[in-house]
């Protein structure tokens, strides 16, 4: 499995755009990147996924970096309701996900 | 929305015993998987599951586990002999089947269980 790196924190104010950078150096060409995040007390919810080009959706946007070794995930209004751990999954889409520690974010009014 | 639904929210038990958690996949689903979480540590996967048997399984899923899927809805994970390492926060989840080229898996709110 590719290995992850991501910051543990990262804070944002309410309505501001927020930029959760993930590196996946070791990614296989195959792998998707994934993006789950996990609210307090709850499981894990999909978000997006991309393979080369960016991708948007109604949660996020995800912008890829050409080599595939890094990605950013873009919440382009962070409301108090996004507060949550950030996970960045590299997968084949076959596989079982493997979580990392993720990116915590808190979400300030 | 279809969702993934997990009962009991909260199992306490003695050390020992046996417990079974259940888990309702979404219906079209074909593909399921038990995740655990244990307070503040990462979500690690336990054992998928396809066409009614175990298509992988992590070194935690020993012999104390199994699952099952006894009537086409449910689908069940049981810990034969609770310890007090099994407390952790447990998470079913499934995938629709492989018509596109990417499914995405779909969680449920988990089962809290508490081995005392």
């Known amino acids: 499995d590719a290995k992850t790196t991501q910051p543990n924190s990262m804070e944002s104010n309410e309505e501001e755009p927020v930029h959760l950078p993930c590196n996946h150096s070791t990614i296989s060409g195959t792998d998707y990147i994934h993006w789950y995040r996990q609210l307090p007390s709850q499981g894990p919810e999909y978000v997006i996924h991309g393979l080369t080009s960016n991708v948007n959706n109604r949660m996020a946007s995800l912008a890829i970096a050409e080599d595939r070794k890094s990605s950013t995930l873009i919440l382009h209004r962070a409301t108090l309701r996004d507060a949550a751990v950030y996970y960045c999954?590299?997968?084949?889409?076959?596989?079982?996900?493997?979580f990392g520690k993720g990116t915590r974010l808190s979400v300030i009014a | 929305e279809p969702e993934v639904t997990q009962t009991p929210s909260h199992q306490v038990t003695q050390m020992g015993q046996e417990v079974i958690l259940r888990c309702v996949p979404i219906?079209?689903?074909?593909?399921f998987y038990w995740y655990r979480q244990i307070l503040g540590q990462k979500v690690e996967f336990l054992v998928s599951f396809y066409n009614n048997e175990i298509s992988e399984k992590s070194e935690i899923f020993d012999d104390q586990f199994s699952v099952e899927r006894p009537d086409g809805s449910n689908f069940t994970l049981k810990i034969r002999s609770t310890k007090l390492e099994d407390s952790a926060m447990y998470f079913c989840a499934s995938m629709g089947p492989r018509t596109k080229p990417y499914n995405e898996q779909f969680f449920g709110p988990g089962t809290r269980l508490t081995v005392l």
């Open positions: 999954i590299p997968n084949s889409g076959n596989t079982p996900l493997v």
């Open positions: 219906s079209n689903h074909l593909y």
